[in-house]
């Protein structure tokens, strides 16, 4: 065989793997739908019961993230704090702390 029909046959034979791959997620998503169809019509008490869960855990989510938002912004704001002392430390400089 040439060089150019191995080359053709290498692109012909992953194209072909790529349309099986292909057709294969199609029959998969339209199985899921199908199945998501079937559960929405058996039990759409559940699919209420899972969107109600769903907006808590987005709630809690955002909860937590803001949280972890709020640690990293307070250890940036105490690494500067700290980065500032050290600055003015140098220039023979210090901040004004009261003291009890």
Same mark, same amino acid.
């Given at each position: 065989?040439?060089? !150019?029909? $191995? /080359?053709?046959? !290498?692109?012909?034979?992953?194209?072909?793997? *790529?349309?099986?791959? /292909? %057709?294969?997620? &199609?029959?998969?998503?339209?199985?899921?739908?199908?199945?998501?169809?079937?559960?929405? &019509?058996?039990?759409?008490?559940?699919?209420? =019961? $899972?969107? %109600?869960? $769903?907006?808590?855990?987005?709630?809690?989510?955002?909860?937590?993230? *803001?949280? /972890? =938002?709020?640690?990293?912004?307070?250890?940036?704001?105490?690494?500067?704090? &700290?980065?500032?002392?050290?600055?003015?430390?140098?220039?023979?400089?210090?901040?004004?702390?009261? =003291?009890?």
């Amino acid at each position: 065989m040439s060089v !150019e029909k $191995m /080359v053709k046959v !290498e692109s012909f034979q992953r194209a072909l793997g *790529l349309k099986k791959m /292909v %057709d294969r997620w &199609r029959n998969s998503h339209t199985h899921c739908l199908w199945q998501m169809t079937l559960s929405q &019509r058996r039990n759409p008490y559940a699919i209420l =019961r $899972m969107q %109600d869960t $769903m907006v808590q855990e987005l709630a809690l989510a955002s909860k937590q993230l *803001l949280m /972890v =938002r709020q640690a990293a912004l307070h250890q940036l704001f105490e690494k500067e704090h &700290r980065q500032y002392q050290q600055e003015l430390n140098q220039m023979g400089k210090a901040f004004y702390v009261e =003291r009890l």
